[in-house]
């Protein structure tokens, strides 16, 4: 073993350490590990650099400004209120109604909107049923999970696959392509979901106090998740004065699906962690939208938008899809050989017609972009980049497949998913398509056989966080506002994820032949 490929294996697993502990944001660990790679002459300041101009890493930037678009036209609340039965109902038959619609809508905007927005009206809901919200908050966040699989924007693993495919000079997933596996897994797991989450859910551990917005008089309850930005992170509330910064008062803290009892005044702070607030009117106008916050709990507390503005954003919507599938057609490409019509392309109009017409507001739309998976995502190239030059890719790939010679291509693609799923449960979903990226790339040439089955289930083990809620931010969120405990996941999650283990390793060579 050479010393590139000894240094890059100790980068690596002090990187996968720190982001298990979480002792920073993943994109400052990611680029850390970056800067190690740069000093040691592993890579070249362009080589450093490619991945902040990478064009996926830019469509998904941009995806997050034509979902805070969506968002505030107040289209999906409508639509989940409209869903959601009126009438007395089983745990089963709602969650039939709600999860296909929820995995149709996260196919085209990102799931972390989607879940803030649905998360309280669904648990307000629930109580007004007198139907347990444990039941119905994990199976929101896996739902969005699901149908992030269906499409290329689905979710930003997908994109970030995609931009490393193009790269190393392979042609790119089309918008819909990852469908013909990723919508047979999506039904799939809907149906596992409306059939157990009444068994392996838990019910009714929500205390009264943790109430989602209760009005009295000009105050409001309101439960806010805090966020990586929130500036009373690792200090207690008799230090920081929460009071003064935000004008509430926090009336109880919530962590890991408990309450903190005790002297919980004196308990230091966390990123994820649930406050129940009591505030006045102009709490949520004011700190809705901040990145301080991950997700307050309210609903009308925005000006809604004009109905023509509501209808445009949503004919944008349906340009920027239709326009991204019909621009991939060979007739398309022949016509205007010199331009490509791709997602990158509508995106972008989409983003600065929505900019012009006050969807969003301009002058903070900084704010509504998360930065740090930004960061992430142009690392995760330089660091794919730095395993392949170094020769670590290649060195793995040839021990996997001594281990697994006998038994072919389909045991492989077996192998890569099990080491993608593991990293994404245990680190990020980017960070783990970044590490398994070139393995995958070096088996298939060690092979010589097509890599795009590898490159597929790569996007779907990356996005297959089901069994712990620390691999994706939405199981995060539901955490908090469910009061789940870490085991739950595991109760649910787990079967979950063998089920799509199953299922892509069967469906993927069907589509895609090795």
């Known amino acids: 073993m050479t010393f590139e490929i000894t240094y890059v294996l100790v980068c690596l697993a002090l990187m996968v350490i720190a982001l298990i502990y979480d002792r920073m944001r993943p994109g ?31 469509t998904v930037a941009l995806l997050f400004l034509v979902s805070e678009g969506i968002r505030k036209s107040g289209v999906l609340e409508r639509l989940i209120f409209a869903m959601l039965p009126k009438k007395t109902c089983t745990v089963a038959s709602a969650n039939l109604r709600i ?95 409306v059939a157990f989450s009444k068994r392996l859910l838990p019910d009714n551990r929500l205390k009264d106090e943790a109430a989602d917005v209760n009005e009295s008089g000009d105050g409001v309850r309101v439960e806010a998740v805090l966020g990586a930005r929130f500036p009373g992170n690792g200090k207690t509330l008799s230090e920081f004065d929460f009071y003064r910064h935000y004008g509430a008062t926090v009336r109880s803290i919530h962590r890991n699906g408990a309450r903190i009892q005790g002297d919980w005044m004196n308990v230091r702070l966390s990123e994820n962690d649930t406050l129940i607030l009591d505030a006045d009117s102009t709490f949520i106008p004011t700190w809705g939208d901040s990145r301080v916050f991950i997700m307050v709990s309210a ?102 497949i001594g281990m697994t010679d006998s038994l072919g291509p389909w045991a492989l693609l077996a192998v890569i998913f099990l080491i993608t799923n593991i990293f994404t449960e245990l680190i990020t979903n980017n960070a783990a398509a970044a590490l398994s990226f070139p393995i995958a790339l070096a088996v298939a040439e060690h ?8 490159f597929v289930v790569i996007c779907i083990a990356a996005s297959a966080s089901f069994s712990t809620p620390i691999g994706y931010q939405t199981n995060l969120i539901v955490q908090g506002v469910g009061g789940y405990k870490f085991t739950d996941f595991v109760k649910i999650g787990l079967p979950l994820n063998i089920i799509v283990f199953l299922l892509s390793v069967f469906l993927i060579p069907l589509f895609w032949e090795f």
């Open 299 to 400: 609903q009308g507390a925005e000006p809604e938008m004009g109905k023509k503005k509501k209808y445009l954003a949503m004919i944008l919507l349906l340009v920027m899809i239709i326009g991204a599938t019909v621009g991939e057609l060979p007739p398309v490409k022949e016509l205007v050989p010199n331009f490509k019509l791709d997602m990158f392309f509508f995106v972008c109009v989409t983003t600065v017609i929505m900019a012009w017409c006050g969807m969003f507001n301009p002058k903070k739309y900084t704010k509504y972009i998360s930065w740090d998976v930004l960061i992430t995502i142009a690392c995760a190239f330089a660091i794919s980049k730095a395993m392949t030059n170094s020769g670590f890719a290649d060195c793995i790939a040839e021990n996997i």
């Open 99 to 193: 999860l296909p619609v929820v995995a149709s809508i996260s196919a085209f905007l990102n799931n972390t909107p989607v879940v803030v927005i649905f998360a309280p009206i669904i648990k307000n809901w629930a109580r007004k049923m007198h139907l347990s919200p444990e039941k119905f908050l994990i199976p929101l966040s896996y739902a969005t999970i699901l149908g992030g699989m269906c499409t290329l924007i689905g979710t930003s693993t997908n994109l970030v696959v995609d931009g490393m495919i193009q790269d190393h000079g392979y042609e790119g997933f089309t918008i819909f392509e990852l469908g013909k596996v990723g919508l047979i897994i999506a039904v799939v797991g809907i149906l596992y979901l």
């Open 28 to 58: 400052m660990i990611l680029f850390s590990v970056v800067v190690l790679f740069f000093c040691a002459g592993i890579l070249s300041p362009k080589e450093v650099l490619e991945g902040f101009s990478n064009k996926g890493m830019i």
């Open 447 to 454: 092979l010589h056989v097509s890599p795009t089955p590898f």
